[in-house]
T-cell receptor, first 111, second 115 residues
Framework: AQSVTQLGSHVSVSEGALVLLRCNYS??????LFWYVQYPNQGLQLLLK??????LVKGINGFEAEFKKSETSFHLTKPSAHMRDAAEYFC?????????FGTGTSLTVIP | EAGVAQSPRYKIIEKRQSVAFWCNPI?????LYWYQQILGQGPKLLIQ????????DSQLPKDRFSAERLKGVDSTLKIQPAKLEDSAVYLC?????????????FGEGSRLTVL
């Protein structure tokens, strides 16, 4: 079975600082990987996805993620945090059109 | 393009009562999902439809939860009778393609509080 592990349920960064949210996956086949963002009282919105093309994936709002097969990781980064980035972030892996979500990381941005 | 529509947005009921949630996916999306998201947790798949057929309902508590997608378009999720632990946000999502790369499009969710 596929699964993802998100290290750190809460991350706090200062405005303008680097954002790093960690995700490790387990998959028996080449995975399709996703990062979703959830703002309060809203559904999940796709940030970016990896589908076996370029290993460095650029998404919306300045986020990007790098697929590292050797480390089975798909960490999400953003060079400079903004207040509007405060939200819950979910990593997900997909297999046969079934999606498996991590437990989420809550990002707080400190002014 | 209209997104995934869900209703109601909020519902408060007492335990042992029943509740129903409705979802209308994006037009043309064959795959529809219902997820349960308990506070502080990631979404957990309850049921997945491909058109009007069930693909996966292995995590659906079938003694109290039921879902249908009769015409392969909109869907209803019902809970009867509700328990306190059913308090959660119920997310509906749809996907266009039948394949692993299909992006999920989510509705805003229906928040259920069971007292």
């Amino acid at each position: 079975a596929q699964s993802v592990t998100q290290l750190g349920s809460h991350v706090s960064v200062s405005e303008g600082a680097l954002v790093l949210l960690r995700c490790n996956y387990s998959s028996s086949v080449p995975p399709y990987l996703f990062w979703y963002v959830q703002y309060p009282n809203q559904g999940l919105q796709l940030l970016l996805k990896y589908t076996s093309a370029a290993t460095l994936v650029k998404g919306i709002n300045g986020f990007e993620a790098e697929f590292k097969k050797s480390e089975t990781s798909f960490h999400l980064t953003k060079p400079s945090a903004h207040m509007r980035d405060a939200a819950e972030y979910f990593c997900a892996v997909s297999d046969k059109n079934q999606f498996y979500f991590g437990t989420g990381t809550s990002l707080t941005v400190i002014p | 393009e209209a997104g995934v529509a869900q209703s109601p947005r909020y519902k408060i009921i007492e335990k042992r009562q029943s509740v129903a949630f409705w979802c209308n996916p994006i037009s043309g999306h064959a795959t529809l999902y219902w997820y349960q998201q308990i506070l502080g947790q990631g979404p957990k798949l309850l049921i997945q439809f491909q058109n009007n057929g069930v693909v996966d309902d292995s995590q659906l508590p079938k003694d109290r939860f039921s879902a249908e997608r009769l015409k392969g378009v909109d869907s209803t999720l019902k809970i009867q009778p509700a328990k306190l632990e059913d308090s959660a946000v119920y997310l509906c999502a749809s996907s266009l393609v039948d394949g692993r790369a299909g992006e999920l499009f989510f509705g805003e969710g229906s928040r259920l509080t069971v007292l």
